[in-house]
């Protein structure tokens, strides 16, 4: 349903009421250096920054688009001391804005209002594999390629995967319920959540680490903690499932007819594979320029109005005791049996696969050398995407004649990545135009990165009033400052 308040609001505001949380900036001279100062005692005066040009690649977001400001970046080094940061910042109401890797794209962790940045990558220290329970309890700082490389270690996986795994943390994936590349097959971030230690916006610690397959002892604090954002608490460690090992895996590159056959392609793989890890729609602008920037050659004979990659997993045949056919005989059958099918590339060797991946995992870099993109990540109903994908383009450039729009992403879920370059000065009429084209066919206006600075004004075609109002009072509760990433998420007052 569609709740529309009427035209975006343009000011992304401070922090409203009487308790707001005020960035530090914005503090007397005095104030500021006696929040310096606590600060530097809380957690060791070598770990809070204020050169400027030290600062630079923390208040920048890795696309250039999001450019903060803050007095300085504190860099904690366990949950005590962030928990002595947060209360120091809770005492003298300054705003604090949470970041990890910093690979977000909706300007979630970006101080785009002079808030302190509380770094969360020095806490990478813990990192232990439980696998008698098939679980690990992670340190926010340790990055997903680290996490998913030690799982494998021990013989099992992690359903997490991103194509900027080697730089996104645990934590900043929990924050905004990151899904990734087979969220099809293993779930978002919140589905591998079994405990949580966050401190909340007093400075107080939760902490609920055990892994207890079953424990209905009251609220599910990580559920409600993912997809926050940093809003409501800090989060310093998780406890997460992992999964079985892979034994082996098949990729296939298809190309279709039309967009209506990849979608419907997908939809008889996900209904039919229940090995099937991955369904990601392309389209020939990206595949092209992915070629061009990457220097790739094309990945099948001829151009093709869509493009489906797919995964699947299994056992080899043979292996283990294991017979019959593997991954590659069944997705070759499958994709046999696919209406519309012009032609496919298929693979099972890790340079094989990775070849085929590189076309979908290397959008986002290609992307990047047409310029600074809009870059909105969106979910619409299996049914609606192919008009959805279709409108898209058109719609764009009503507002942005000279804009260029790449489209892809994770079809069995609707999910559908829309880039925008060529767009300087009318960004936020490229955004509101998807947006409203989004919340028109009933879909959602943020699926992989949150809310953040650049979505918060488009809340509202999502949620309705009274789902707002119980946010903020959520955060009331477990941030009564108002501190924690208070320019986030809920629209300005």
């Not at 405990?195 to 559920?223: C, F, I, K, Q």
């Not at 997705?331 to 696969?353: E, I, N, T």
């Not at 990540?377 to 450039?397: G, N, Q, Y």
Request: charged share 20%; hydrophobic share 45%; glycine share 12%.
């Amino acid at each position: 349903m569609v709740h529309d308040t009427g035209p975006p609001d343009r000011h992304i505001g401070g922090v409203s009421g009487k308790r707001g949380g005020r960035p530090i900036e914005e503090e007397t001279p005095t104030m500021s250096n006696q929040v310096l100062t606590i600060l530097r005692d809380a957690v060791d005066a070598t770990c809070v920054l204020t050169d400027p040009d030290v600062m630079t690649g923390y208040v920048r977001d890795w696309t250039g688009r999001f450019v903060g400001r803050t007095a300085a970046v504190v860099r904690p080094a366990n949950t005590a001391q962030v928990a002595a940061v947060v209360q120091a910042c809770a005492q003298h109401e300054v705003a604090l804005v949470p970041q990890g890797g910093n690979t977000g794209l909706a300007g979630g962790g970006v101080p785009t209002r002079g808030e302190i940045l509380l770094s969360l990558r020095g806490l990478s220290d813990i990192l232990q594999v439980d696998v008698a329970a098939g679980q690990a309890t992670v340190g926010a700082g340790v990055p997903v390629g680290v996490l998913r490389e030690a799982a494998s270690a021990a013989g099992l996986g992690y359903g997490v995967d991103l194509a900027s795994r080697d730089s996104a943390t645990v934590g900043g994936t929990v924050a905004t319920n990151a899904g990734g590349l087979r969220v099809l097959r293993y779930g978002d971030t919140r589905a591998q959540l079994l405990g949580v230690e966050a401190v909340l916006g007093d400075g107080s610690v939760v902490s609920h680490l055990a892994g207890l397959a079953r424990d209905n002892t009251g609220y599910h604090l990580p559920s409600l903690l993912a997809g926050s954002e940093g809003t409501l608490g800090v989060v310093t460690a998780v406890r997460v499932r992992l999964t079985p090992a892979t034994r082996a895996r098949a990729v296939g590159l298809i190309g279709l007819a039309s967009v209506p056959d990849a979608v419907a392609a997908a939809s008889l793989l996900r209904n039919g594979l229940p090995g099937l890890a991955a369904a990601e729609l392309m389209l020939p602008p990206g595949i092209d320029l992915v070629m061009r920037a990457c220097r790739l050659s094309p990945p099948l004979r001829g151009t093709h109005a869509a493009y489906l990659l797919v995964e699947v997993t299994g056992d080899a045949p043979g292996e283990d005791g294991a017979g019959g056919n593997g991954p590659l005989d069944i997705l070759a059958d499958a994709v046999a049996g696919l209406p519309g099918v012009a032609d496919a590339s298929l693979a099972d060797d890790r340079p094989g696969r990775e070849a085929l991946w590189a076309y979908r995992e290397r959008h986002t870099e290609s992307i990047n050398t047409c310029g600074t993109p809009v870059k909105m990540d969106v979910t619409v109903t299996p049914d609606a995407l192919p008009s959805f994908v279709e409108a898209v383009p058109a719609a764009v450039r009503a507002v942005a004649p000279e804009a260029s729009t790449w489209l892809f992403g994770h079809v069995a879920e609707g999910n559908v990545h829309v880039n925008v370059t060529g767009a300087a000065g009318v960004g936020e009429r490229v955004e509101d135009t998807v947006f409203r084209l989004v919340a028109e066919r009933g879909g959602s206006i943020s699926t992989e990165h949150g809310i953040g600075t650049a979505k918060r004004r488009w809340l509202p075609l999502n949620r309705s009033p009274a789902e707002i109002a119980a946010f903020r009072r959520i955060k009331q509760a477990l941030d009564p400052a108002g501190i924690l990433n208070p320019n986030v998420l809920l629209p300005a007052l």
